[in-house]
């Protein structure tokens, strides 16, 4: 997805807000959970790749993960830079 974004010019534009929501909802399907509410997140990266995450929750609730940080986690387990933008 070509999304070029600059860290001089933060602002999103409508096209990258349609990229993240279409990636949060196609993740959202994803979320394993033991009560109703399912989760997706979607964070977009300096370089405007979009990375998806779901929360996934834990009999024991202490380890559930919430989708944001799932959607972080995963930009940061494909080595995007720090600078990235949420």
Sequence with gaps: MDLPMSL?????TEKHWTA???AA????????????PQVGA???SA??????G???????RSHDVHAEVN???TMGARGTP?????
């Design 47 to 52: 370089e405007g790749e979009v990375f998806a």
């Design 42 to 44: 979607a964070v977009l």
């Design 54 to 60: 779901c929360n996934v929750e834990h009999r024991f």
């Design 20 to 22: 993240m929501a279409e």
């Design 25 to 36: 909802w196609s993740t959202r399907d994803r979320a394993r959970v033991h009560g109703v």
């Design 82 to 86: 720090a600078q990235s933008r949420c």
């Design 71 to 73: 959607a972080l986690t």
């Design 8 to 12: 001089e010019h933060p602002a999103l």
